[in-house]
């Protein structure tokens, strides 16, 4: 393999990222080459590694890049597209078939972790706001029979039932919150698997 055929796999590896950001990867890599001479061509190359090796670490950079700047931002999804290509970034990379089998695994455990606190979450805000509702009925439901009990049941109602519909965009920001946290720590565990792989060259 050759400088040319390198850049040109290595392009056709990035397809999935923005047109300025795979331009910006190649003007890179080609002046690392033109850095170290015509002559360094094939140390290069076997320094990089394979262009898919490299091609994940790019996509996964700018997925976490991607992550950071929009951890602040409503964007749901820009942080899905960057919580897939760090996925790809995974899939994709050249591990050998232990490493892929635990970054595999990885990915499964934190979706997993992931789905487990989501749906606990909203369980407890659900039974929070549907626990106000049924205090809520309750209360009218006795209304004739015994008042004051009655008029405990509505007041505790409308405060659960308050409680819960603002808990609501909280727990959304929480999910998110969440969720790109993991998804960062991944990708950074993604890093120093590519890491420790590349020094091993």
Not at 12 to 19: E, F, I, S, V, W
Not at 69 to 85: C, D, E, G, P, Q
Not at 144 to 170: C, D, K, Y
Request: charged fraction near 15%; aromatic fraction near 10%; include cysteine.
């Amino acid at each position: 393999m050759n400088r040319a055929s390198f850049l040109k796999k290595l392009r056709g590896k990035l397809q999935r990222l923005p047109a300025h950001e795979i331009d910006a990867a190649l003007a890179y890599y080609e002046e690392y080459f033109d850095e170290a001479g015509e002559e360094n061509e094939q140390r290069v190359i076997q320094q990089l590694g394979s262009p898919s090796h490299v091609a994940s670490q790019i996509m996964a950079d700018y997925a976490l890049k991607d992550l950071e700047a929009t951890s602040t931002s409503t964007s749901t999804k820009k942080n899905m597209s960057a919580i897939w290509l760090i996925i790809l970034a995974i899939i994709s990379a050249p591990l050998s078939l232990p490493l892929l089998v635990v970054a595999i695994a990885l990915i499964f455990s934190f979706g997993a972790v992931i789905f487990s606190v989501i749906i606990a979450i909203i369980a407890t805000v659900l039974s929070i706001f549907f626990g106000g509702i049924v205090a809520l009925i309750s209360g009218f439901f006795i209304l004739t029979q015994h008042w004051p009990t009655a008029l405990l049941f509505m007041g505790v109602g409308f405060i659960v039932t308050g409680l819960g519909i603002m808990l609501f965009p909280i727990v959304a920001r929480l999910i998110k919150t969440i969720v790109v946290v993991c998804v960062e720590a991944l990708g950074k565990l993604f890093h120093k698997i590519t890491k420790k792989r590349k020094e091993g060259y």
